[in-house]
């Protein structure tokens, strides 16, 4: 918020903001409150319709029953009624006709009675006419038999013995009547003579006559009517089961409508509660049957109008916030103009820039702060432009001065700078030419090191070499000694080896052995059976013959058992014998191809190795010989060097004491010439400056 007219426009709007929001907090707060209030008093109102409503209803049936009650008392002869059955039958037949015409013309009417007391009549006795719906004509059937049934049994007698206990009009409350799927309620009157019981007549009502009303009970848009007993339990309700109690409901949740209810000088008031979740407001009534009507309506529909209004006013608010920003602008503009022209004047004057403003004549002619304003800065500009001029003025001067000592200073600086530069070129060249010395001095000693490490090394490798020759020599003469060997080794086994496969084959005569032998025992057992067979037919007499020829048999059977025994081993041995014979002559292979051909390889490679000792020993005399050589020439060298370098040194002291006070001379020189540098830098800032005003 940085604008003169933005702070105005601003503090307009905040100002016009701040009075509109009282205002329209004030008149949201009123309207709200008279239009809620005019919102609950509606639904207080249509509550109260509907209960006026259903009282009529409910006064018409009570009016219907207490007619035809007052009919029955006028006719009836009490003294007769109590002690004559005949008239009691006369009295019911008189009274039909009229008790049915009452029944037809009561709204809703689903079942009309009159019962005597059974201490004075036939526990039958009495008038019951029924109907399945409005619609349809009343039937009279045969009335409930009290014999049956006990006075306390309320459940089926109670709605006879109840009114009875009351001594006065009862309304009961609303029963699924099961026979025919109707849900009624009932009105009953107690008939009394002089304190006696005489009976009751009543009728039960389609309750559907009562709740089509509810149903027509309706508030804004989705608010809604229903029945609530006297003790807070559910009678008729869209969402909430019948006989469901209030204070039971989802854990309680509508324990405080039960409350409200139930409190008599609750009824014209609203109560708002919560009921799954979403806020709703109720009013209720008490009907003339003891039942409550219930109106309930959501809270934000209650409170819509309310809201129509509140954002109603808002929107009138933003209108007239609008209104204010734009009068806030035009009001700011014509404040803030003037003071924005001298602003423009002073930004003119900060940029160096002093010619006349083609507006400050007019601002100077306003009255006011502005005009006050406009005149002190044309004065302060006035005084800058004369301080300007005169700037101008020593500039010139400076100006001057500087050019004719910037000549001088040039021309002796140049003058020092070429002695320097060239008292420093030849320092230079000395240093450089006693740096190269030195350093070749420094490669000769390290070369002539490094040529006497050579010619030790090549005198060592010259012995090595000769160590080498010999163990060559050495190596030839021991490969050619285990050739012969291995040649004898070898010879002497090929003739065991080939003596011991001629004998192996002794083993295949044992097979013709063991063949003659089977065909011997063969032979004996064939003979041994003829024996037998002999000693047989002599009877008694060859008995011991034929013994030694079952001996003979069994003999010739076990030669054969072994001679098959001694195959399988020989068989063995065969087997073995070709094993060794195989292994034997992969042996003598292997020495043969193998073993006596590596023994010859290495008696050549003893020969190379020997030759090639040779050679690399009169290398290394070589090498020797022209190491010890290359040595003494290098050590004269260094000689020469050392030398030249002592003579270089001397002459680069004296040169450098030279360049030194030449050196000096040219720091003064360029010390005088930088503070006239910085002077000219310093006039020219000020040129600079002076330039940037605009006069």
């Known amino acids: ?58 006064s018409r049936i009570e009016q219907s029953v207490d007619t035809i009650s007052d009919i029955a008392m006028r006719k009836m002869d009490f003294s007769k009624f109590k002690n004559d059955n005949a008239y009691v039958t006369s009295f019911t037949n008189d009274l039909l006709e009229d008790f049915t015409t009452f029944a037809e013309h009561t709204d809703g009417a689903i079942t009309a ?25 009343f039937t009279s059937v045969t009335p409930t038999d009290f014999s049956m049934y006990d006075p306390s049994d309320s459940a089926h007698v109670g709605w006879y013995y109840l009114p009875v206990a009351n001594k006065a009009p009862l309304w009961m409350d609303p029963y699924l009547n099961a026979n025919i799927n109707v849900y009624m309620i009932s009105y009953v009157v107690p008939l009394y003579e002089n304190g006696t019981s005489v009976g009751i007549i ?55 409508v039960k409350d409200f209810v139930l409190n008599p000088d609750n009824q014209g008031k609203t109560l708002e509660y919560t009921l799954n979740n979403a806020e709703k407001s109720l009013s209720f009534v008490e009907l003339k049957n003891g039942m409550k009507l219930v109106l309930t309506a959501p809270v934000e529909e209650i409170t819509a109008d309310a809201d129509a209004l509140s954002v109603q006013i808002l929107l009138f608010l933003s209108m007239g916030l609008v209104v204010a920003i734009v009068l806030g602008v035009l009001i700011g503009s014509t404040i803030a103009k003037p003071i924005k022209q001298i602003t423009d004047i002073i930004k ?73 530069a060239t008292t420093q070129e030849l320092a230079a060249g000395m240093e450089e030419t006693t740096a190269s010395a030195t350093m070749i001095v420094s490669n000769i000693d390290a070369i002539q090191t490094n040529a006497e490490d050579i010619r030790e090394l090549s005198e060592r490798e010259e012995q090595e070499s000769r160590a080498i020759m010999t163990r060559a020599r050495e190596l030839r003469d021991n490969t050619n000694s285990s050739n012969a060997k291995a040649m004898d080794i070898y010879e002497h086994m090929k003739k ?21 032998i089977r065909n011997i025992s063969s032979q004996t057992n064939l003979l041994a059976l003829n024996a037998n067979i002999e000693a047989a037919r002599a009877g008694d007499a060859g008995r011991g013959f034929a013994v030694v020829a079952t001996e003979i048999g069994a003999l010739a059977n076990q030669t054969f058992q072994t001679v098959d025994g001694i195959t399988e081993i020989v068989k063995d041995v065969n087997e073995a014998v070709t094993n060794m014979t195989e292994c034997i002559q992969v042996i003598m292979n292997f020495l043969d191809e193998t073993v006596v051909a590596d023994y010859n390889t290495f008696g050549q490679v003893g020969e190379r190795y020997e030759k090639d000792a040779e050679s690399f020993a009169e290398s290394m005399q070589h090498i020797y010989s022209e190491i010890t050589k290359l040595n003494h020439e290098i050590t004269e060298i260094v000689k020469a060097v050392d030398s030249v370098n ?50």
């Not at 201490?119 to 006795?125: H, R, W």
């Not at 080939?498 to 063949?515: H, N, R, Y």
Request: net charge negative; charged share 25%; with cysteine.
């Open 113 to 137: 009675y009159i019962r005597y007391n059974p201490e004075f009549t036939e526990p039958t006795s009495g008038i019951f006419l029924t109907r399945n719906d409005t619609e349809s004509s």
């Open 496 to 516: 065991r080896t080939a003596e011991a496969i001629e004998k192996s084959k002794v083993v295949a005569k044992i097979d013709e052995l063991t063949d003659n």
């Open 348 to 420: 003119q004057t900060a940029q160096l820039d002093f010619h006349k403003a083609s507006t400050i004549d007019k601002l100077m002619t306003k009255r006011d702060e502005t005009g006050i304003m406009a005149k002190a800065v044309n004065e302060m500009r006035s005084v800058l432009r004369d301080l300007v001029n005169n700037m101008e003025q020593v500039k010139d001067d400076l100006i001057d001065n500087m050019k004719r000592l910037d000549d001088i200073m040039t021309e002796n600086n140049s003058i020092s700078e070429d002695n320097s």
């Open 1 to 58: 918020m940085k604008s003169i007219r933005m702070k105005i426009t601003v503090a307009i709007v905040i100002c016009s903001l701040i009075t509109a929001s009282i205002i329209s907090i004030l008149s949201i707060s009123d309207t709200r409150a008279l239009s809620n209030s005019a919102a609950e008093n509606e639904l207080v109102l249509t509550c109260e319709n509907t209960g006026e409503q259903i009282n009529a209803l409910i």
């Open 202 to 256: 009543g009728m039960d009502i389609d309750f559907a006559q009562l709740t089509s009303l509810v149903d027509e009970s309706i508030a804004f848009d989705t608010g809604y009517s229903f029945v609530v007993s006297s003790s807070g339990n559910i009678l008729y309700h869209k969402e909430i089961e019948t006989g469901t109690d209030l204070s039971q409901y989802n854990n309680g949740e509508l324990s405080n």
């Open 646 to 695: 002592r003579t270089i040194t001397e002459s680069a002291e004296g040169v450098n004491l030279i360049a030194e006070k030449s050196g000096d001379a040219v720091r003064k020189t360029l010390e005088g010439y930088d503070h006239l540098r910085e002077s000219e830098t310093s006039l020219n800032l000020l040129k600079e400056f002076i330039e940037k005003f605009n006069v």
